[in-house]
């Protein structure tokens, strides 16, 4: 029998397994590496480099089949990507491999899942990507998203990858660098983390080079946000501060959403610019959200940090595929402290969700309509403690599911929880909660043509 670190290795690099062993020209056997039965360990033979032995070429920053693997690591129990964790009637549950964090999911037109997640040191971690043709039963060979090794970071939950599909199914990934290669920070004269963008190559085989987007704001923090049209608009969005504003004061109430865009698919960006002149202050160290729904709409939600105190949650719509944008107030919540939140939209072609936490609780709401006519926040059913990380998906009957993380926190990890509520946003039967959440991380959920849902975590 084979381990499971090599089925979960195989499953995410697109090696088959047999009875002999993994196949394939660079199976981990022919780089040196031997796998023990059930409840073994893979263990390093004196291994050598190898042609061919990389995820693929990536210039410079090559990941070796081998650290590829420990980055990995072993897969939790006999489950491993594509291996269901959970089945109910509407929603599947899939576990990644231990150490894959802040799974991130797009679909694009086709059907075709696209999925980032994050591997190695908290700090200095990296991006790996791989797609689904089968609604995420299995996933392809992954392969390396950054350029520069270690360039990401998981730390704090809210600052790592951000994936989209635009135009053609092209793949658009944009992070919160690691390293202080950014604009300078007006406060304390010393660079800050860059903004850092990349997308598919023409070949569809590799991530071109990593580019930073930002140039006229200062004090990267809360984690930024990519989102892509089918007419070839891309938008990536930020919280910072002006350079212009740099002598206002201190604090976060200078900080604004910036975002730039570029029409001709992420070949060339605009220049940034604050999306909103309303100053509301933008919570330092919580992430935002873009999103382009199918109507060259796009959203985008953050909270804010008026007065230090006043961290609302505030909801962005442009009817001009981001020339412009108007705001409005969506939820209160009055804390003189950072929560390090993060936040989620999402859309079925018609209907577009929304889904924030305020004071332990998550909630979700519809914002499509007029931006002065959105409803009541809903709230996930039972007693709100201790809940984060909310990510929404709705289905083409308009019902949907909420999902969320509870008790984690600062190098803590927890359970998932998920609530699946029917077109009129009632609560209906299928519910869960499952533990296993890893620290630093969050689940992911996606609508399935057929109506169904998947979760991967």
């Not at 031997?34 to 042609?51: C, L, N, S, Y």
């Not at 994936?163 to 660098?177: C, E, F, I, N």
């Not at 809903?378 to 308009?398: C, F, Q, Y």
């Amino acid at each position: 029998m084979i381990s499971h670190e090599i089925a979960a290795w195989c499953l995410l690099t697109g090696y088959s397994i047999g009875t002999k062993g993994v196949k394939g020209k660079n199976s981990p056997h022919k780089a040196g590496w031997k796998g023990r039965g059930v409840g073994g360990r893979v263990e390093p033979v004196q291994p050598r480099q190898m042609p061919g032995d990389t995820l693929g070429a990536i210039g410079d920053a090559m990941t070796t089949r081998r650290s590829t693997i420990l980055t990995l690591g072993a897969a939790i129990g006999s489950l491993g990507v594509g291996a269901t964790a959970g089945t109910t009637k509407r929603v599947r549950i899939t576990r990644l491999p231990e150490g894959a964090l802040q799974p991130q999911l797009a679909q694009d037109a086709s059907g075709k899942l696209h999925l980032v997640t994050f591997h190695g040191e908290p700090q200095h971690g990296d991006l790996l990507y791989a797609f689904s043709r089968d609604e995420g039963a299995t996933f392809s060979r992954a392969i390396p998203v950054n350029r520069e090794p270690g360039s990401a970071i998981a730390t704090g939950t809210i600052r790592g990858a951000q994936v989209a599909a635009g135009r053609k199914g092209r793949v658009h990934v944009a992070w919160d660098g690691s390293k202080p290669t950014g604009p300078v920070n007006a406060d304390s004269g010393k660079r800050g983390m860059p903004m850092l963008y990349t997308r598919m190559s023409a070949a569809r085989d590799a991530f071109e080079p990593q580019r930073n987007l930002m140039h006229h704001s200062f004090g990267l923090d809360g984690g930024g946000s990519v989102a892509a049209d089918r007419n070839g608009n891309v938008y990536v969005a930020w919280h910072g501060v002006g350079a212009s504003e740099a002598s206002q004061g201190r604090g976060e109430a200078r900080r604004r959403v910036w975002i730039t865009r570029s029409r001709d698919g992420g070949a060339t960006f605009e220049t940034e610019r604050m999306a909103w002149a309303e100053r509301t202050g933008a919570c330092g160290c919580c992430g935002l959200k873009i999103h382009a729904d199918g109507r060259n709409r796009v959203y985008a939600l953050y909270r804010s940090a008026t007065e230090s105190v006043h961290r609302d949650i505030y909801l962005l719509k442009s009817d001009d595929q981001g020339a412009s944008f108007e705001g409005r107030l969506l939820h209160k919540w009055d804390i003189n402290a950072c929560p390090m939140s993060s936040m989620d939209l999402a859309d079925n072609g018609d209907a577009v969700m929304a889904a924030w936490e305020t004071g332990g609780q998550v909630y979700w709401v519809r914002v499509d309509g007029g931006i002065r006519s959105i409803g009541e926040p809903i709230p996930a059913p039972g007693a709100g403690k201790g809940r984060k990380h909310p990510r929404i998906a709705v289905n083409s009957r308009g019902e949907t599911l909420l999902i969320w993380t509870e008790g984690t926190g600062w190098k803590t990890g927890g359970s998932l929880a998920y609530q699946l509520f029917d077109e009129r946003g009632k609560p209906g039967q299928e519910r869960g909660q499952l533990p296993g959440i890893a620290a630093w991380s969050f689940g992911a959920v996606t609508a399935r043509p057929d109506g169904s849902f998947l979760i991967l975590y």
